[in-house]
């Protein structure tokens, strides 16, 4: 009995020692030791022959990771990566993984506002999947809120002839010509999609989402266009969205998507919606 | 006459000896060594496949042939030890003597850590042997090799644990359990944000916190990339692994105590 | 010589095993109580299953008694001291293949505490004792059965303690190796150990025993001096008649020989009356067997149920 007690109070400290110096290794470890680790992922290559056989379920794996990661917004500086992650490694594990290509395309688009890395993902996708309607179909709608109306139609036209592609979407050519920069057009046409009783659930997402973004531009060129009337009469503009509600101009100020009001500079008279999130709503 | 019992230290020290003796034997263990050997020779071939930093392959496949190989020899060696000494009453005349059960299950981990520590030793001798020959300085992976020793500390605690308590087969089943288990502690941080509030979330967290967490013990990327490590990180990550250990063979011992030998 | 205090005494021992996924229970030791005195020898009989070798566990600690005390020399059996004091050689012993019988000693020399100085000739002085001095450094997996037995029993007796354990310690031996390990149990009594052992070959009990014990079924249905429970009369003669038998004289059963026939008498007149008979008619006496209680007797009477004798 009595040796019994030296060795239970070396193991007691053995005990605090351990858990102390791990809640100090907590505080240390928030440095993002093990993003940087998952983050410098070896090349998709490499990882292929290491996955034994596996590479599919490790490119999901680290998808979704790389969306639980990207969708947290705390951390400065995340967006370093993602041409990496999504490019190099999760493709190169899964060239089919439609999902990877367009999202992150999206992530790249939308939040850290790089049309054309986001559009060389997809010409990646399109590259490797040439089967996939969706891809080109998506990167047309992407180029043309970039406004870049040739680009959009050079997509359209590719994902037209892919066969399996459906109705609506060769009827896109036609409508991108005709409405190049006529956004209350191609709000209609995703309208129509968002109405059509064969559409399936995930071409109902992406309609829902284009049809927000759409919105966001038809409300800021009606407010901005209002905006510029007021200057053209009072020289000035106006103080605050809210004077135009007051003036008469407009009976209510349109919302976004979101139920937020948009942002107006008093100072330049610019109209813009507010910080977009897009990987938060509605996934 | 004769001494009536010896001292906790010399008992173990004796049976840590045997047992050294008894795993150096064990053919399982030079299989696992001379694959690893391989494995590290083979990387010298992968490294011509690719592009850019071809000794940054050598480096992580050497590492993970030490990480990986240890973890195996710790859980199949340690585990059949134990089964074939139970299993042929070797270690019935053994407790008949005046050692505490305790000193023994300690002198077993003793010895078979001795056994995984020479692997290590070996492997990375090997790996830092082949970096040399191509003029590539190795000793900046040292950290990671230490730590990788830290964490079959703890694996090899486990092994004994499980051995203690079930049957090899089980044994081993639980001990790559808590191995994998412990390299994806990060994710139950992730769920634990999702999952709704209450009692689910504190299974999350409370499971953290309970599982050795080895991804702190984890310098491999760290080491290759030449990333450089917060003040002592080192010294607190050996305190947290060693410190873990020695309460997981704590366990271990009072197990191995309460264990009937039907 | 012997002293008061029980070299091992074991009062209400109990122990029970659950069955399969916790089904069923089946009772072990169902309360023993027996005490062993200094100096003596102690033989623990009983068929297969009857928990022997489950209550020797007991006293080792390698299974621990769902009730009843075991003390030895008057101490708990779990203490440390009180294994200092015991040697054990367990059934059908396996031992490390790679040691040599010397490497072998010497780790169990050095659990027992002996000094480095003491080791080295406590092992030869040992390896002597038990007639293997000529293999001590053969690899232990080059050992045969016996060869294995003897030194199972060298690692029970080195470090001379008062108390040895031996579960059934003549198994798989030849007659020789038999002998051998009755005459070195013998000579553990006359330097004052206590020898207590189990085994299943009532003759070899029967010859060193001091007290025996019969187990059955966890149950210790008899238990004393041999000599009180084995008396040395005799009880009847059997007398091996060759050729006809004189008349009026019936066989008890044909031996396996043609013409030979196997008469039981009750006493030695009448063991007198036959011989006469048979010398005057035309049979032969062959051979005359007086039969007394053997152990066997009352072991197969007490574990069957039947008496002894006709």
């Known amino acids: 009995m009595r040796a019994v007690n030296p060795l239970m109070a070396v193991v007691l400290v053995a005990a605090l020692a351990s858990s102390w110096a791990g809640a100090r290794l907590e505080r240390v470890a928030d440095d993002s030791s093990i993003e940087r680790e998952l983050l410098l992922l070896p090349n998709g290559k490499h990882l292929k022959v290491a996955s034994l056989g596996q590479a599919p379920v490790l490119a999901d794996l680290i998808y979704l990771w790389a969306i639980q990661y990207y969708s947290s917004y705390e951390r400065a500086d995340r967006f370093r990566y993602v041409k990496h992650v999504f490019g190099e490694v999760i493709v190169e594990l899964d060239p089919h993984y439609i999902d990877a290509y367009w999202m992150g395309a999206l992530i790249l688009i939308v939040e850290a506002r790089d049309i054309d890395g986001g559009l060389a993902l997809l010409d990646q996708g399109i590259a490797a999947n040439p089967d996939e309607w969706l891809l080109p179909y998506l990167a047309g709608w992407e180029a043309y809120h970039a406004e870049r109306y040739d680009r959009a139609e050079e997509y359209f036209a590719a994902a037209e002839v892919i066969p399996g592609v459906p109705v609506y979407a060769r009827r896109t050519r036609i409508g991108m010509a005709a409405a190049k920069g006529d956004h209350r057009r191609a709000y209609a046409m995703w309208l129509g999609i968002l109405q059509d009783p064969v559409s399936d659930a995930g071409t109902l997402d992406i309609a829902e989402r284009q049809l927000r973004h759409l919105k966001i531009k038809i409300d800021i060129e009606e407010i901005q266009s209002w905006v510029e009337k007021f200057r053209s009469e009072n020289a000035r503009w106006p103080r605050s969205l809210n004077e135009l509600v007051a003036a008469r101009y407009i009976d209510a100020l349109p919302i976004d998507p979101l139920g937020r009001p948009y942002a107006y500079d008093a100072v330049t008279g610019e109209v813009a919606a507010q910080q977009d999130r897009v990987l938060s709503e509605g996934a | 006459m004769l001494e009536r019992h010896p001292s906790a230290l010399s008992s173990i020290v004796a049976i840590g000896l045997n047992t050294f003796r008894e795993a150096i034997r064990d053919r399982v263990l030079y299989l696992l060594l ?120 703890v694996v090899t605690a486990f092994a004994l644990l499980f051995s203690s308590l079930t049957n090899p087969v089980l044994s081993s089943v639980w001990t790559f359990a808590v191995y994998v288990a412990g390299h994806l502690s990060w994710s139950l941080l992730l769920l634990k944000d999702k999952v709704p509030e209450g009692i689910a979330r504190w299974v999350c967290t409370g499971l953290y916190w309970l599982l050795p967490n080895f991804t702190r013990l984890n310098l491999k990327s760290h080491v290759v990339h030449g990333l450089e490590l917060p003040d002592g990180y080192i010294g607190l990550a050996a305190l947290y692994g060693l410190g873990y250990g020695v309460v997981v063979v704590a366990l271990a011992c009072w197990a191995f105590s309460r264990k009937e030998f039907l | 010589m012997a002293s008061e205090v029980a070299a091992l005494s074991i009062a209400g021992l109990r122990k029970g095993f659950s069955g399969h996924l916790g089904i069923g229970r089946r009772t072990a030791v169902d309360g023993v109580d027996l005490s062993i005195r200094q100096g003596e020898i102690f033989g623990l009989l009983g068929p297969n299953g009857a928990g022997k070798t489950t209550t020797i566990k007991m006293v080792l600690g390698l299974l621990r008694p769902d009730e009843g005390e075991i003390r030895m020399f008057g101490m708990p059996s779990s203490d440390r001291a009180a294994r200092a004091r015991l040697g054990y050689l367990p059934e059908n012993p396996y031992f490390y293949d790679y040691l040599t019988a010397r490497e072998f000693l010497d780790f169990y020399a050095r659990l027992q505490g002996v000094s480095s100085a003491d080791r080295g000739p406590l092992v030869d002085r040992t390896l002597e004792r038990v007639g293997l001095a000529g293999r001590a450094d053969t690899a232990l997996r080059k050992f045969s059965k016996g060869m294995t037995q003897r030194l199972g029993l060298a690692q029970a007796i080195q470090h001379e303690p008062d108390l040895v354990i031996l579960d059934e310690p003549m198994s798989g031996l030849d007659p020789q190796g038999r002998r051998e390990v009755r005459d070195l149990i013998l000579e553990l009594r006359d330097s004052g150990k206590t020898v207590f052992f189990s085994s299943h070959i009532l003759q070899d009990a029967e010859m060193i025993c001091d007290r025996v014990g019969i187990l059955k079924a966890g149950r210790l249905i008899s238990s004393g001096l041999l000599d009180e429970l084995v008396s040395d009369t005799v009880r009847w003669f059997e007398v091996m008649v060759a050729g006809t038998l004189p008349a009026g004289v019936e066989s008890e059963r044909e031996a396996g020989r043609e013409n030979e026939h196997l008469v039981r008498v009750p006493d030695v007149e009448a063991l007198r009356e036959l011989l006469d008979l048979v010398h005057a008619g035309e049979g032969q006496v062959v051979s005359v067997w007086p039969r007394r209680d053997t152990l066997e007797d009352l072991f197969l009477a007490q574990t069957l149920g039947d008496k002894p004798g006709a």
């Open chain 2, 34 to 153: 001379v694959f690893a050997l391989i494995i590290i020779g083979v990387s010298r071939l992968l490294s011509l496949l690719t592009v850019g930093d071809e000794e940054k392959i050598i480096k992580d496949v050497g590492l993970a042939a030490i990480s990986l190989f240890g973890v195996l020899t710790a859980v199949f060696v340690g585990v059949s030890l134990v089964f074939k000494e139970i299993e042929r009453r070797t270690v019935y005349t053994l407790l008949a003597q005046p050692v505490a059960r305790s000193h023994f299950l300690a002198g077993k981990f003793v010895g078979l850590f001795s056994v995984l520590l020479l692997n290590v030793v070996l492997m990375s001798t090997a790996l830092f042997s082949l970096l040399a020959i191509r003029g590539e300085s190795p000793w900046p992976l040292l950290p990671a090799v230490f730590l990788i020793a830290v964490e079959l500390v």
